[in-house]
Each structure stands twice: as C-alpha cells, then as structure tokens.
C-alpha cells in the first residue's frame, strides 16, 4: 500500500508491510496501524528478545533501522503480546511510495558483541536459533591466557596462527587482520580437545568463554537455514546462498567476468549480505603439499576469492578434518582437509 507523510501535511492511510524476524519463530502475527500521527506495529512473541523495527522504500531489498520508537521495543523485550510506536514525522521528513516495508527484527539471547583475551571486540549475528560471531576470530591466546604462537610452516602438533594475505605480499604481514581476522592451524583451533560432530560441538578451544567451535553439524544447520528462507535464496543452483552470506567487500570483481551468473558473490557485491553473516574473503595459508609428486613451500592463496573455516569434526573415514568452504560461486563442506592448513574461525554462542 502507498504511504505518504510530509511534515505540515498529514493525510490518512495506512502504511503496511511484511514482517519478519531473525531468530527463528520468535516473531508473528505482525500488523501495522495507523494512530493520529504514528504507526502502531503489534506482534507476538514468543520468548525474551532484543528488539528492532526497521523501514525499507524499495520493496524489501534494503533496510534501515527506525530509532523513534517506544513501547516494546529494545533490549529484553518480554514474551508476549507487544507492541512498537514509531513516530514517523520525527524519524524523517516524508514517506513516500508504493514499496514501503517495515520489518520486526528479534534477537533472542545473542549479544550484540562479544570480546576475547586479548580485548579484541567482535560483532555478532543470530540466524535461526544460532548465535554466531559476525567477524572472524582474530585472538593470539586462549581463554585462560595460553598464547599461540606465530608460525612460518604449517605443522600437526602444534599450535600456530599465520597472516592472512595477497599474492603481493608476504605472510608475515600484519596489515590485514583487521579486515580478515587470523587464519589457523587446527591444533591451535581445538586446543588439544578431541574431535567432535556433536551440536553443540562442546569444543571451546579457541574461542572466549561462553562460545565454542561450531561442529560440522552446526554448520550444516546454518546452510540449512540459510537456504530455507526464501529471502535469501538467489537462483536454484550451487551458488544459491553464497550472496546471503558473502559481506559486501573484500569480493574481487576479477574472478566475474561480464557473463558471470547474478549469484556469484563478486557480481555486484553490494547486494550481498542478506543474512549479515558477513564472510569476507580471506583466503587460506597452504601448507605443505604435494604437486606432480613434489612437495611446494608453504604458500598464501589469496585473499578476495575465497573463505575457508575450521569445524571441530573429523572424517569418518581417515583423520583429515572437516572444513567449511565459501568460494565466491559456491559454498558446501570440504573433507579431508590437513591439520596443519591455515583458515579462519568463527565461533558459536553456548
């Protein structure tokens, strides 16, 4: 329905939208009323939750989040009936158009940051009933103040985290780790725990108190999710949510040439993101490995083409381990991965 409102001038409509939510079923039966000089946006929900209402002008594509707002909205927001009163003509000087959306965000039992030992602070996103790191993991220590060690060769035993990188520079670079985080070995990932499939993994390892390394099954259900809201399905193929999760930067037009499918996380990257999971392309450190039968000294592959992630599972069928792959045209579980490979971590709430 088109709505318009402009200061001085008021005229009578109702301004009505899709409604949705971020934890899965925590938000429903949403609607929009018109009162006096507001909208009243009522809805249910179903358990505790930090609250958001967010505007969009072009149909759902786009949103901004609405801060004149009163009632049931903000932080800890009760299970139940609730309702949200924007007052429009203080947010902005005029609604106009025939593609207004509002949308009811909730996140339950997520933090908006987290920060680990060294005093780094993460940002943080809740898709479906998981509570996932925003950013990639970037610490030098454990939990309790154990360092890891920087390392130069990849190795099995012990512990060790490696810069991420490009081509043009070396890996012992400290330049991007703001942007990418650092990439690791999965000795210092698990910390000496053994492995797990379990979801929860009920391996910290790595990751700050309260959080833990995401199983193969935890990531499975992240996809799984993903790929179940049609919002953020692109296509039908194997790059159908690779937009949903891939951020809006750090993706190389390069590797899409103009023929390129409209899915591919580098054609027109800035509609990537929808889940705000935001991956960034940062690459792997290459360790050892064997080429027409010779071994090649450890390598970066470059950033901007690819994200790679650690899970706490192994293989059933020999002791490589399983990692979490997002290419810019695709995105699925890698087996048989070395332990002594470098890639990035996420870490999953408790």
Known sequence: MRGFYRKGLFFLCIVYGTFGCVSAQTVSNATATQVGKTIHVSYDLDKEADVTLHLST?????????????????????????????????????????????????QGACPYTLTDYDGNTYRTVQIGEQCWMRENLRTTHYADGTSINHGTKGSQKYPYYFYPTDSRDSYYDKKYVSEYGLLYNWCAVM?????????????????????????????EQLLKYVGSKREYVCGSGKDSIVKALADTVTWDSYACGAAAPPCYACKNPSSNNMTNFSIR????????????????????????????????????????????????????????????????????KN
């Open 58 to 106: 072009d149909g759902g594509n786009t949103y901004s989040e609405m801060h004149r707002v009163s009632g049931d909205v903000g932080k800890n927001v009760g299970a139940g009936h609730n309702t949200i009163v924007w007052d429009v003509l203080a947010e902005r000087e005029q609604l106009v158009g025939d593609n207004i959306v509002l949308k009811v965000k909730a």
């Open 191 to 219: 910390g000496y725990a053994k492995p797990s499939n379990a979801n929860p993994s009920g391996v910290q390892g790595i990751c700050p108190k309260g959080w833990h390394v995401p199983s193969a099954a935890e990531w």
């Open 281 to 348: 392309a940062a690459g792997f450190y290459w360790t050892y490995h064997k080429i027409l039968g010779k071994k090649q000294e450890p390598e970066m592959y470059p950033t901007r083409l690819c994200a790679q992630f650690w899970s706490t599972a192994q293989s059933h069928h020999s002791k490589d381990r399983i990692s979490f792959h997002l290419d810019y045209d695709d995105c699925y579980l890698l087996y048989y991965q070395d332990r002594d490979m470098g890639y990035s971590v996420r870490c999953v």
